[in-house]
Nanobody
Framework: QVQLVESGGGLVQAGGSLRLSCVASGLAFSNYGMAWFRQAPGKEREFVSAISWSGDNAYYADSVNGRFTISRDNAKNTVDLQMNSLKSEDTGVYFC????????????????????WGQGTQVTVSS
């Protein structure tokens, strides 16, 4: 049984930082591309960041590029999202997702491609 469990969300003031973590179990983690998506109240879920199976390639939405950093540890089956300079518009539920990938991590931004999802962790940024 595959499980993705997120942690690290919370309430933070604008300009602050949070670090989200996702622990995966029940899958060959190093074969999977991993991503973070988020859903703000009243809005659709959107792509935030993704990382290839090796960790060599990372991708970011324009809205978070330069502020967020994604990383992974294949020995620990974890993927983290370091979020700095947080803004009120970063508020939402953050989801970890996994997809079995080939050599290239194509369509990393497309949530329909992802097979496994976590339950999400709430991030609230107060202005």
């Amino acid at each position: 049984q595959v499980q993705l469990v997120e942690s690290g969300g919370g309430l933070v003031q604008a300009g602050g930082s949070l670090r989200l973590s996702c622990v995966a179990s029940g899958l060959a983690f190093s074969n999977y591309g991993m991503a973070w998506f988020r859903q703000a109240p009243g809005k659709e879920r959107e792509f935030v960041s993704a990382i290839s199976w090796s960790g060599d390639n990372a991708y970011y939405a324009d809205s978070v590029n330069g502020r967020f950093t994604i990383s992974r540890d294949n020995a620990k089956n974890t993927v983290d999202l370091q979020m700095n300079s947080l803004k009120s518009e970063d508020t939402g539920v953050y989801f970890c997702a996994a997809v079995l990938m080939g050599y290239y991590f194509v369509n990393y931004y497309d949530q329909r491609k992802y097979t496994y999802w976590g339950q999400g962790t709430q991030v609230t940024v107060s202005s």
